[in-house]
């Protein structure tokens, strides 16, 4: 191992009661470590690290001049944790849509499943980079999208393919000098029955059109008086958005792990809907939300994480909103037939209604128990 991956295997992933057997990096992290020479890199000088998942690159390179941008609230914490408990310098962690540093000497690269993501990174990279700066891009072959490598080329230029190692592949590049393309603009399409338009920045769930999972939840709102409603996996904010067009009094909280989600979240509520009191956070589920304090969370829940399909961030989603809500405060929950959310309702609500269903998707409703 060498000084930049000695610390690997201490890292640990977040949360941290996620299976504690898998680790907290990948082969495309250690390729990306083993192709720097330490000793050759000037510490007076930015280094930029794109899409860091739980710290790996960023803990390496915490004693340079480092900038840590990420589109994810939860790689954020894990970055945060993983620094602190190796006794590791601070770094500069920060979303997309903040500033990057210019000219820096290094840039280090995740491959990001998403290509709207990839194409962000490198039509905001192109403009910063100096006539010295190295750029390294890295996947797991299985997460490089296809058209990966196009983009690369489209967007950096001459781009130098390396040998695949441990089932990775990276890519080298630096400044071909000639101008940069514009960033692509947000995809933005009208929500069918009504008069709103969505805005999906790069990154956001179901940018192109309406999820079906959304689109059942859409035909089927909840009916009530709810004072304070929560989105929670907001994406670009659509339930939200139409629950407000019915009940615009109560005050909306509409939260998403993704940056660039909450972004668009934010837009669709501003743009659409501007009277209405809504407020749009960065946030792993609703981690720091009070206690009894909501009436309806509506929920379209993801099922996977980094990359691994996973049913942990759901679980986490019900037991928070269990404690969020008030009593006889609601829990409308949309998801895939098969993925059994009813019985992890039971379990947390002693039980639970569906209220509608497709083919493929169902809505369940829970309600908390009014203490006796
Ligand atoms: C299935 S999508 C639903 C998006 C939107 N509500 C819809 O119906 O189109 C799930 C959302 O949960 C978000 N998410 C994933 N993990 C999260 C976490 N730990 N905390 C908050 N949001 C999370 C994802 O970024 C994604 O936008």
Request: aromatic share 8%; proline share 8%; charged share 20%.
């Amino acid at each position: 191992m060498s000084a930049l991956t000695q610390h690997l295997p201490l890292l640990q992933r977040y949360p941290p009661q996620l299976e504690d057997n898998l680790q907290a990096w990948d082969s495309a992290d250690e390729y990306l470590l083993q192709s720097l020479v330490p000793s050759q890199l000037d510490r007076s000088r930015p280094v930029l690290v794109l899409g860091d998942g739980f710290g790996a690159l960023s803990c390496a390179l915490s004693s340079f001049k480092l900038t840590s941008v990420t589109d994810s609230f939860v790689s954020r914490k894990a970055i945060e944790q993983n620094l602190e408990r190796l006794g590791l310098p601070g770094v500069d962690i920060v979303p997309p849509q903040a500033p990057w540093p210019q000219e820096p000497q290094l840039v280090l690269a995740k491959i990001p499943k998403q290509l709207s993501l990839l194409e962000y990174w490198l039509a905001k990279l192109k403009p910063l980079l100096g006539p010295d700066t190295q750029v390294w891009f890295a996947g797991r072959d299985r997460d490089i999208p296809e058209r990966a490598e196009a983009l690369l080329g489209k967007y950096l230029g001459p781009t130098e393919r390396l040998l695949g190692w441990k089932k990775a592949r990276a890519f080298f590049s630096h400044s071909d000098g000639k101008a940069p393309l514009p960033m692509p603009a947000p995809l933005r399409w009208p929500l069918e029955g009504t008069a709103f338009t969505l805005t999906n920045h790069a990154n956001v769930f179901s940018r192109q059109s309406l999820d079906i999972g959304a689109r059942l939840m859409l035909a089927n709102l909840p009916e009530g008086r709810f004072d304070r409603v929560i989105d929670l996996g907001c994406g670009n904010g659509v339930l939200a958005l139409a629950m407000a067009n019915r009940y615009p009094e109560a005050h909306y909280s509409l939260v998403d792990e993704s940056y660039l989600a909450v972004a668009s979240a934010e837009e669709n509520m501003a743009h659409n809907l501007p009277q209405v009191d809504a407020h749009c956070l960065a946030n792993d589920c609703l981690s720091g939300f009070p206690s009894v304090s909501a009436d309806l969370v509506l929920c379209n829940p993801p099922f996977h994480q980094q990359q691994a399909v996973t049913d942990h961030v759901a679980w986490q989603m019900m037991k928070d909103a269990q404690r969020v809500l008030r009593p006889g405060g609601e829990l409308w929950l949309v998801g895939n037939r098969h993925l059994g959310y009813h019985l992890k309702l039971k379990r947390l609500f002693g039980g639970c209604q569906v209220v509608a269903s497709d083919r493929k998707f169902v809505i369940l409703k829970a309600v908390k128990r009014r203490s006796k």
